[in-house]
């Protein structure tokens, strides 16, 4: 089986779902967009329509807006609710996951605000990651469990792919800003910075001081609350992953700046916002990295450790949108 064709095979499967739970067609997207603090929109979608996938785990943060945004079909889902009412604990990350799974998504970029953890990250400046450290706690971070046991790889938990893509967007449209053209918010970013470690935290409160300075110990360069599990799911969904962290203060660790408050981070908001909006426009238009070379939609592959002899009827079909064909028959 080719790539392609083992994504075909997970597009024919959301397609099935999507008949049995009774959603339209135009609910179909291929780009999920996972907005953090301060989007909770995006404008200029086309033929609208917003949906509410069922899934195992609950119903995800909010409806699902699908529509188009030049010749993409485009899925978005506010992480922390419209009016910002979950806090980062209480987000259901495997229903979001899960939901966009339903709709045919197959690349999920995620936007999130985050603290400085490096002098040369400036407030309004972008990173687009490529490493992540876990310090959250009691969150669920599988979607499996509950007798299927998987372990899949995660030792480069973005997708390098849409990764790449992202930071040659971002520095177009700084750069475009720099001219003097593009969205006026997007004058106010700074620059872009490829590559670098997020910490997720547990929240909602912000650092310590002593926090602070540990995770700088540990070469981290931003902190935010919202990665993890987000990014462990996505890749037991088989997503292409990859993230917009702005940078909207620098913690507590600078001893020449304010520590970080709610006011401060509302401050920066806006300019990251209208960044945020003119790199997903450009991403939509320029059409989707290709997911021949990442390995994202082969993560299950080898991945399972249960024996399917062992594995509950029931909980084979539960999960059949995920697994596939990657769960042998009994017998087989």
């Known amino acids: ?11 024919a499967r959301a397609a ?12 179909e997207a291929s780009l999920g967009v996972i907005g953090g603090s301060g989007l909770y ?21 909010d409806a699902l807006v699908v529509g188009s945004l030049g010749d993409t079909r485009v899925a978005f889902l506010p992480r922390h609710g419209r009016g910002h009412r979950l806090t980062p604990a209480e987000v259901p990350y495997r229903a979001n996951v899960y939901a966009l799974r339903v709709l045919g998504v197959g690349s999920v970029i995620a936007v999130s605000a985050c603290g400085s953890m490096r002098e040369e990250i400036r407030p309004r400046d972008v990173v687009v990651p490529d490493q992540l450290i876990d310090r959250t706690r009691d969150r669920p971070s ?10 899949v790889a995660f030792a480069d ?21 720099d001219r003097g053209g593009g969205v006026a918010g997007t004058r106010r970013a700074r620059a872009v910075h490829r590559g670098g470690t997020y910490v997720a935290m547990e929240g909602p409160q912000f650092s310590t001081r002593a926090e602070s300075n540990l995770y ?33 203060d ?46 994202c939609a082969w993560a299950l592959a080898g991945s399972i450790q249960t024996d399917p002899s062992a ?22």
């Open 1 to 11: 089986m080719t790539t392609q064709d083992r994504i075909g095979a997970a597009r």
């Open 16 to 27: 099935a779902e999507r008949d049995r739970q009774g959603l339209p067609a135009a609910a």
């Open 41 to 61: 929109k995006i404008d200029g979608l086309r033929d609208v329509v917003e949906v509410r996938p069922a899934t195992p785990y609950g119903p995800p943060s």
């Open 142 to 151: 599988t979607l499996f469990g509950r007798g299927v046991v998987v372990h």
């Open 157 to 177: 938990p973005f997708c390098p792919e849409l990764s790449a893509r992202l930071a040659e967007e971002a520095e177009a449209v700084l750069a475009d800003a």
């Open 216 to 248: 700088r110990s540990w070469g981290a360069g931003v902190i935010g609350m919202t990665a993890l599990p987000e990014a462990k799911l996505a890749r037991e969904a088989e997503l292409c992953y990859g993230m917009l962290a702005y940078a909207t």
């Open 250 to 295: 620098y913690d507590c660790w600078h001893e020449g700046e304010e520590p970080v408050t709610v006011a401060q981070v509302l401050a920066n908001l806006g300019a990251n916002v209208e960044s945020a909006r003119a790199i997903l426009r450009r991403i939509a238009a320029g059409g989707l990295p290709r997911r021949d070379e990442c390995g």
């Open 311 to 332: 594995v509950d009827e029931t909980r084979v079909r539960e999960l059949s949108l995920l697994l596939g064909g990657d769960l042998p028959t009994r017998g087989a």
